[in-house]
């Protein structure tokens, strides 16, 4: 059985060609499930008329949270909600190729270790059009169907594989029961760590979604950009939610190598935890011999965090356009 697991919020002005896009798969999908985060716009109105439209009412089902738990428990909710041997992650606004469910669940089938898949993708603009040069980080032009599996190692400090790209095996959910989802990282993040922790976890190079890059992510992005640089509390918050779901991964993963990478960095995280708390400036000076740190952690942003951890301490962001 194969399930979608979409989550929605204020999506009108694209989801409805995103549900298309499901629905003309080459192999269909038994089951999709909305859940929505108190959507204030006509969303919900859209989703219910298509499934109405389309006769969908027995495989396709929307819900409607109570209150607005945020876009990644908002995931684990529809996730959770799913009944297939495979699930797919699914953003509102995204145009799926026709054939990505065949091959990725084909691709799975032939590896059943495979817990967590991913595949590439490329970037499209509002008028559903390819954008080449779009700026997004970590967008690749492999695509030649080859299959790389990843390690937890890869995944420390941030995840550079995308949410909307997954294929999860339902043999992950018992695992994320387990966890105070709150104290976490994103679910792309926690998802990817699972699957290297119990299973394995791959990309399959080949492009297979069009991720739908327009003002409305954008201009949402800069604003809360914009939003953390005047309140130090979140990047406080952030990273010890960074450190919690650092720990938890370290108390189920047995390679030694990666237990001992994992440390450093809590460590290090620690140490950022430290200098954002108390502001002393000789703790931000020995950070500045942390900087490999930085960038092995953020995937070569390191530099840019750096400055900015130095921004959020002392409050000079606000000034910055």
């Known amino acids: 059985m194969i399930s979608v697991a979409l989550a929605t919020f204020n999506g009108e002005r694209f989801v409805e060609k995103q549900l298309k896009s499901i629905l003309h798969q080459t192999l269909p999908v038994d089951e999709v499930v909305i859940c929505d985060d108190r959507s204030t716009d006509n969303t919900v109105e859209i989703c219910r008329r298509f499934i109405e439209d389309n006769g969908l009412d027995n495989a396709w089902h929307i819900f409607q949270n109570e209150n607005n738990i945020g876009f990644c428990l908002n995931f684990y909710e529809a996730i959770e909600r799913c009944h297939g041997d495979y699930i797919f992650i699914c953003d509102q606004d995204d145009e799926w190729f026709p054939e990505k469910v065949k091959i990725m669940v084909d691709t799975m089938k032939f590896h059943p270790e495979i817990m967590v898949l991913s595949s590439r993708y490329d970037v499209i603009n509002e008028n559903s059009e390819v954008i080449k040069s779009s700026g997004v980080t970590y967008l690749s032009d492999k695509n030649d169907g080859s299959l790389e599996y990843l390690t937890a190692d890869s995944f420390i400090g941030c995840s550079y594989v995308r949410g909307f790209s ?95 990478t994992i440390e450093r960095f809590i460590a290090f995280e620690k140490k950022r935890l430290d200098f954002l708390t108390f502001k002393k400036f000789s703790v931000y ?3 500045l011999g942390k900087l490999k740190y930085y960038n092995r952690y953020y995937k070569g942003k390191g530099f840019r965090v750096y400055i900015g951890d130095f921004l959020y301490a002392y409050s000079s962001g606000r000034r910055l356009k």
């Open 285 to 287: 000076l020995s950070l």
């Open 166 to 260: 997954l294929c999860i095996s339902s043999e992950i959910k018992p695992y994320i029961k387990k966890i105070d989802l709150k104290s976490l990282l994103a679910h792309d993040w926690l998802l990817c760590m699972l699957g290297c922790c119990y299973g394995k976890t791959a990309i399959l190079n080949k492009r297979l979604v069009h991720y739908r890059y327009h003002l409305d992510n954008v201009s949402l992005s800069a604003m809360n950009k914009k939003n953390r640089v005047r309140d130090i509390k979140k990047r406080i918050s952030g990273i010890a939610q960074s450190i919690e779901g650092h720990k938890y991964i370290l108390s189920i993963i047995l390679d030694e190598k990666t237990s001992k």
